[in-house]
């Protein structure tokens, strides 16, 4: 299996099963949903495999390496590879693959061949920024993933759609066009025959003095690179087009953009920035870690003061994003292995809290919060897993929200502990606002008459609950397996710890 080129075979399934569901006639919904499962399913089982073929224990960083010349002229090549931190996430994008398509089962029922097109380019795209070991080929894969992601908000989203959508596709841009003009400084500045991400890392290394970059453009070339990734994450302040996005979008979309788009900004600071330009890092380590701290503490409070479901976990993710970035720039191996546990714990959870707040809206077409109470009696599936979930992100011992902010804290406390200190209030805000949240939906009298009809989960609905669930409860009990995976990658990135 080595020998196989096995992440071109994955993003070429899902180009392919993208190709098939256009091909699929129109009136044949279940047709259509019928291909997209089954892509999905299978790139996720031709992608578990890697994390028991992984080995940890190499020297070299990466591992199912591919690598096709592609612009010869320029030192452009296609190639991919992974390691733990980008096997973790690969697995985490094709995992969600088939829960996004079953999400969808019953709520998208126009230009049903479109949407799911779009949902497997997505994954497609989202997986290659996470594979790709050429920084011009990370770039095509970040800047395609675009494209359907703007056309499900847009398309497919709520009310304000087109302007939630638009307002995501300006920011993205807006940050990729400082990325491009940053990579393409590096490359020329450095007089580099490739693109490699390692060599051009190793290559800014080991220039000599006289041609090394100066303080002042370590900084700004970090600072290119990093707000692309920042506005990404979000980092506060860059994050106002989040709240949009994730209201607007219909439940697969809001669960890819939580789960998984967010973590490609985290991943680019732990990938390129951070490693090309350490003296930039350092020098704005303190700003990044003053805005991390203030996201958490921002997106708490104004996650309790959100009306609408959707909102409510939009800010969440902007306050427990912000223990990913605090994690990563307080440069501890604790802090930071905590870091990339909680893009993975973040991952599940959101994913989870939107998906049952797709269901809920499903029944009732409502989302804001004055509209539910005592439904728990009525549906007491829907209330035993959400609240399950809502533990978890507030982070409960023995579920995997716990280990992530656990770990960054620790960390961050060896050298920083007021910054610790200040992230420890955002622990607290999430379980105000999550518990208030199921007590106001789930508990009380019930609001109104006709809930008393609501169906609970559906056998569709639990097959996806059920191991997700599952996934959550391991990682918390059982997080070793993943910390040793992605530990060989962090260490082999000396940069990211002083």
């Not at 995976?485 to 940069?495: C, E, N, R, T």
Request: glycine share 8%.
């Amino acid at each position: 299996m080595h020998d196989l080129p096995i992440l071109t075979m994955l993003l070429l399934l899902l180009l392919a099963g993208a190709g098939a569901v256009m091909l699929c006639p129109r009136p044949r919904g279940d047709l259509v949903r019928g291909t997209a499962l089954t892509t999905s399913l299978l790139a996720f089982l031709c992608s578990l495999p890697l994390f028991w073929l992984y080995d940890g224990t190499r020297a070299e960083p990466f591992r199912f390496v591919e690598h096709v010349p592609w612009i010869e002229r320029f030192g452009i090549a296609y190639s991919l590879g992974l390691d733990g931190v980008s096997l973790l996430l690969v697995l985490l994008t094709t995992l969600l693959g088939p829960v996004g398509v079953l999400a969808s089962w019953n709520a998208i029922d126009r230009r049903t061949k479109e949407f799911y097109a779009s949902f497997l380019l997505l994954e497609a795209s989202v997986l290659g920024v996470f594979m790709a070991r050429d920084l011009v080929l990370f770039y095509v894969f970040w800047e395609v993933m675009l494209v359907p992601m703007f056309l499900i908000i847009a398309v497919w989203g709520g009310e304000k759609r087109v302007y939630a959508g638009v307002k995501f596709f300006i920011y993205t841009m807006a940050g990729s066009l400082l990325m491009l003009v940053a990579l393409v400084y590096v490359y020329l500045r450095t007089g580099a025959q490739t693109f490699q991400i390692a060599e051009l890392q190793a290559l800014l290394a080991a220039l000599p003095p006289e041609r090394a970059l100066s303080h002042t453009e370590e900084v700004l070339l970090f600072l290119g690179f990093a707000i692309a990734f920042a506005i990404k994450v979000p980092v506060f302040p860059f994050h106002t087009w989040l709240p949009d996005a994730h209201t607007e979008a219909p439940t697969a979309g809001s669960v890819m953009l939580a789960a998984v788009l967010l973590k490609m900004g985290a991943y680019g600071l732990l990938r390129i920035a951070i490693p090309f330009f350490p003296g930039g890092a350092e020098a704005l380590a303190p700003l990044a870690m003053v805005l991390a701290v203030v996201g958490i503490i921002y997106g708490a409070l104004m996650a309790l003061a959100q009306e609408d479901w959707k909102r409510l976990i939009a800010y969440s993710s902007v306050s427990h994003l912000g223990f990913v970035v605090l994690g990563i720039f307080a440069r501890t191996e604790t802090a930071l292995s905590g870091a990339v546990f909680q893009m993975l714990a973040h991952g599940l959870a959101t994913g989870l809290l939107f998906l049952l707040v797709g269901s809920i809206y499903e029944r009732t077409h409502s989302r804001r919060i004055d509209d539910y109470g005592g439904i728990a009696r009525v549906v007491p599936g829907f209330a035993a897993v959400f609240m399950i979930t809502v533990l978890a992100s507030a982070g409960l011992p023995g579920l995997n929200g716990f280990v992530g902010e656990f770990l960054v804290l620790a960390g961050t406390f060896l050298r920083h502990p007021l910054a610790a200190a200040c992230g420890a209030l955002g622990v607290i805000l999430a379980a105000a606002y999550l518990l208030t949240l199921y007590q106001r939906t789930m508990f009380g009298p019930l609001v109104h008459e006709r809930h008393r009809a609501l169906a609970d989960l559906a056998p569709r609905e639990w097959s996806y609950y059920v191991p997700l669930l599952g996934l959550t409860a391991i990682m918390g009990i059982w997080p070793q397996p993943f910390l040793d995976v992605m530990g060989a990658s962090l260490h082999a990135i000396p940069q990211l710890v002083k």
